[in-house]
Structure formats: C-alpha cells, structure tokens
C-alpha cells in the first residue's frame, strides 16, 4: 500500500541553526499529518499537526509546511538546540481511516556544538 | 498527571508462552492504539479502538489479540509469542481519532 517515507535518515545541526526534515507521502487522500519527536528511551512525543485544507502552521519554534501538489511535508526547526536531538516522524492519516495512522521510518537529528 | 503506561517495561520470555502487555490511560480518552517499533521500518500500527468494544486491525495485526472492556485500558495478548515479535511496543492514546497521540514508554520485548 502506500505509505510515507523521509528523504534523509539523519541529519547534523549546529546548533542554533535552523533545521528542516522533510517527509514523502504518496497518498492524495491523506487528510491529516503529525509531526513527532522520540527522544532515546522514550515515546514518541506530539509537535505539531496539520490539516489537508492548510499549507503552514506555527507552533513555538516549529512551522510545519503543507505543499500537497507535490505530497511533501517538512517541519522546520529554528534556532536549534542540544535538546532537539531525537528522531522525528512524520505520520499521516487516509481520510477514509479514522483509526489508522501511517508513520513515516524517522529522521535523526544531531544537534552539534 | 496525565498519562499512558504499560508494564512490564522489559520482557524476555520463550516461544509460545502467552503473554499480555498492559496499556492504561488516565485522561478519558475514546482512542488506543498500539505500535511496533522496529530498526529502520519506524512505527507500525498493530491494532486500535475507537472507543469500549471497537477495536480494529492496523497494518500488522497477526499474531495480535487485544480487547477493550474499558475505556482506560487496552492490553495487548500474544498467544503464542514467537521471535519475530521481538520489538519494541508502544501504546498510545487519543481524545478522539485522529488527533494528537499520547504515548506510553515502551515495552521492550525479547521472545527467544
């Protein structure tokens, strides 16, 4: 079936730049993304989301960027920071699938001094 | 404090020794889920519910059993473990489907 995919399995920061992770999906009919962190030992954790009728979205620190005629995905870091180190997955939702999310395989991100 | 937990946090046990994983949350939440976490294939939806008694099949329902007879828990059963189930699982909640996900700390599970 389809699914989503990341274009770079990891990613090296300095910090205080700004970092961008980009996310493939290949399904029109997806309604709904997210955007998550999982530090190492734990759970992923909510950033941000994004509704199909939207192409941007602010959060602090976080902007997530819609562009559907491509089925592209990114979220945008600025100013990054040690403690943004983690893996972040993208995950989307068909819209004829209440229950059912997709998640993407991750992006490492390393933040360096 | 709002949560979602699972026990045991770590299990090691042998081929075809049925085992529950428990999940629990303690925000009023209509939807659970679980995941498989393996290298390299990110998460993988196991099974869900929408709400008490609607559960349904995510992508890698084999081998899976789960059951929803109240709303704050939803544990998930390996029958007959076998090592291919060797993973790490996380469990997940959610005000309402398709909304932002609460994740549990993972159970790290080894079947030899």
């Known amino acids: 079936g389809e699914s989503v995919g990341l274009h770079l399995p990891t990613l090296s920061v300095q910090e205080g730049d700004n970092s961008i992770i980009n996310c493939a999906y290949s399904?029109?009919?997806?309604?709904?993304f997210i955007w998550y962190k999982q530090e190492s030992g734990k759970g992923p954790q909510f950033i941000i989301d994004?509704?199909?009728?939207?192409d941007k979205r602010q959060g602090q620190r976080v902007t997530v960027l819609l562009n559907k005629t491509v089925k592209h995905l990114s979220l945008q870091i600025a100013a990054t920071q040690p403690g943004d180190s983690a893996v972040y997955f993208c995950?989307?939702?068909?819209?004829?699938?209440?229950?059912?999310?997709?998640f993407g395989a991750g992006t490492q991100v390393v933040v360096t001094p | 404090e709002a949560q979602v937990t699972q026990n045991p946090r770590y299990l090691i046990t042998v081929t075809g020794k049925k085992l529950t994983v428990t999940c629990s949350q303690n925000m009023n939440h209509e939807y659970m889920s679980w995941y498989r976490q393996d290298p390299g294939l990110g998460l993988r939806q196991i099974y869900y519910s929408m709400n008490v008694e609607v559960t349904d099949k995510g992508d890698v329902p084999e081998g899976y059993k789960v059951s929803r007879k109240e709303k704050r828990n939803f544990p998930l059963i390996l029958e007959s473990p076998s090592p291919n189930q060797t993973s790490l699982y996380f469990c997940?909640?959610?005000?309402?489907?398709?909304?932002?996900?609460?994740f549990g700390p993972g159970t790290r599970l080894t079947v030899t």
């Open positions: 399904n029109s009919a997806s309604d709904y």
């Open positions: 997940a909640s959610s005000l309402l489907a398709g909304g932002e996900q609460y």
């Open positions: 994004i509704r199909s009728n939207m």
């Open positions: 995950a989307e939702k068909w819209t004829d699938s209440w229950g059912k999310l997709q």
